[in-house]
């Protein structure tokens, strides 16, 4: 009994090691047309990635310009209140001149 479980294991030890080695003995032909698919998927995968990097650039970039947008109104009307504050100030101080 310990002998046949012996040979057992050794011919699927055997049939293990020759399927492997019939994997690695591909001809160059396959072997430069499967790397060559490799290297076109990873290729393709990677200008997928980036993409969609630039689609998510761009939807912030858009988001940005419009809340630029608003800044710049919010901006213009401070500098339109800072100038009238100004101006009635100055007529205040000649108001106070004339009535001296």
Do not use: C, Y
């Not at 205040?92 to 001149?97: C, F, K, P, T």
Request: aromatic residues 4%.
């Amino acid at each position: 009994m310990g002998l046949h479980t012996a040979s057992t294991i050794g011919s699927f030890g055997n049939r293990r090691r020759s399927k492997s080695l019939k994997a690695g003995q591909l001809n160059i032909g396959p072997r430069l047309m499967l790397g060559l698919a490799v290297i076109i998927f990873s290729m393709l995968a990677a200008d997928a990635v980036v993409l969609w990097q630039f689609h998510l650039v761009r939807a912030q970039a858009k988001r940005l310009h419009g809340i630029d947008q608003k800044l710049i109104a919010v901006l213009r009307l401070h500098t339109s209140l800072t100038t009238f504050h100004d101006q009635m100030e100055d007529l205040a101080d000649s108001q106070i001149l004339v009535d001296s």
